[in-house]
């Protein structure tokens, strides 16, 4: 509010100085919150999107391999123990990204159709002390 004293002079009082301060705080405040919130939206989305590349590498080696091959057979007996200590029952694992993240795939013979298996890969690993996963699932055909 603009006022004049007995001088002529007009000017702001200190109270509504500081009333703009905190006002302006408050909003500068929110913008770092929001920013803070954007740059852990982007690092999940960044270990989401290596996890996909990891998962979709793997599907294109499994697809080279012929359809008899030994890692692409069903077996529920290979117990694997991952990084973190957890046990995982799986027909095949393998470390990638220097240990960042982990992949299991499990394969089921005849399915969807007699001479396929459908095999789905999960790639596993930890954000902020939390156990994350993404799977992808694959066909193949014996030919």
Do not use: C
């Not at 989401?48 to 890692?71: F, K, P």
């Not at 991952?82 to 027909?91: V, Y």
């Amino acid at each position: 509010m603009n006022k004049t004293n007995l001088n002529g002079e007009g000017g702001f009082t200190l109270v509504e100085v500081l009333i703009a301060l905190v006002i302006f705080a408050v909003g500068v405040l929110g913008v770092a919150m929001m920013q803070l919130t954007a740059i852990n939206g982007n690092s999940v989305a960044n270990r989401v999107t290596q996890a996909s590349v990891i998962a979709s590498d793997q599907i294109e080696d499994m697809l080279s391999w012929n359809y008899g091959d030994q890692r692409l057979r069903e077996s529920t007996n290979n117990t694997y123990t991952l990084k973190n200590g957890e046990k995982r029952t799986a027909d095949g694992h393998r470390i990638a990204d220097g240990g960042n993240y982990e992949l299991v795939w499990d394969v089921r013979e005849n399915t969807p159709e007699i001479r396929s298996k459908t095999i789905d890969i999960t790639v596993i690993w930890q954000h902020k002390g939390r156990l994350k996963t993404l799977t992808l699932p694959m066909i193949k055909i014996d030919r």
